[in-house]
T-cell receptor
Framework: EAGVAQSPRYKIIEKRQSVAFWCNPISGHATLYWYQQILGQGPKLLIQFQNNGVVDDSQLPKDRFSAERLKGVDSTLKIQPAKLEDSAVYLC????????????FGPGTRLTVT | AQKITQTQPGMFVQEKEAVTLDCTYDTSDPSYGLFWYKQPSSGEMIFLIY??????QNATEGRYSLNFQKARKSANLVISASQLGDSAMYFCAMREGLAQAGTALIFGKGTTLSVSS
């Protein structure tokens, strides 16, 4: 079974530019999460989808971050415009239906904003 | 208040020795789950072990065991017979609510484990 896929793995942009990350969860997983992990800290939830609906986006900086999950499968996370403090690893995770205690993480996208 | 507290920024252990990584949590929800993840330098989060709040016995997975003390709200990870490959960052995490509800994980700040030969 293929794991959670993310791309790109690394991205370097200048502040005020925009960037997008892509996540393909494990096939059949209904729940998808985006986490932000700043260097030296634990991951922090940005947004959670159940199928293609948003369950929790309370910690998403909505003035600059947006995310969508069309058709309840792939998801994209966008930052526009980026700030220096957005430099972090962006982790995508997914859970199977009815087994939310199982979260499988992708390799992450390391973003550097200069 | 912090929901997950890991007080050890770094731990050092020799190969083949056991090591305990501390984790305390704070929740008023009677249903919750506790997790430990390993994050090597490659960055991927690797699930190690899970303990549900209603589980009567401490969880074990190979060389990993979770010392669950509910009254003290602690969920320490014990790694027996450490190996060089165990060197990584370790995160304690909690999910509040029923497992089926699909709530996100709340992570601690992590503990860096270094295993020497």
């Amino acid at each position: 079974e293929a794991g959670v896929a993310q791309s790109p793995r690394y991205k370097i942009i200048e502040k005020r530019q925009s960037v997008a990350f892509w996540c393909n969860p494990i096939s059949g997983h209904a729940t998808l999460y985006w986490y932000q992990q700043i260097l030296g800290q634990g991951p922090k939830l940005l947004i959670q989808f159940q199928n293609n609906g948003v369950v929790d986006d309370s910690q998403l900086p909505k003035d600059r971050f947006s995310a969508e999950r069309l058709k309840g499968v792939d998801s994209t996370l966008k930052i526009q415009p980026a700030k220096l403090e957005d430099s972090a690893v962006y982790l995508c995770a997914s859970s199977p239906r009815g087994r939310a205690y199982e979260q499988y993480f992708g390799p992450g996208t390391r973003l550097t904003v200069t | 208040a912090q929901k997950i507290t890991q007080t050890q920024p770094g731990m050092f252990v020799q190969e083949k020795e056991a090591v305990t990584l501390d984790c305390t949590y704070d929740t008023s929800d009677p249903s919750y789950g506790l997790f430990w993840y390993k994050q090597p330098s490659s960055g991927e989060m690797i699930f190690l072990i899970y303990q549900g709040s209603y589980d009567q016995q401490n969880a074990t997975e190979g060389r990993y065991s979770l010392n669950f003390q509910k009254a003290r709200k602690s969920a320490n990870l014990v790694i027996s017979a450490s190996q060089l490959g165990d060197s990584a960052m370790y995160f304690c995490a909690m999910r509040e609510g029923l497992a089926q509800a699909g709530t996100a994980l709340i992570f601690g700040k992590g503990t860096t484990l270094s295993v020497s030969s």
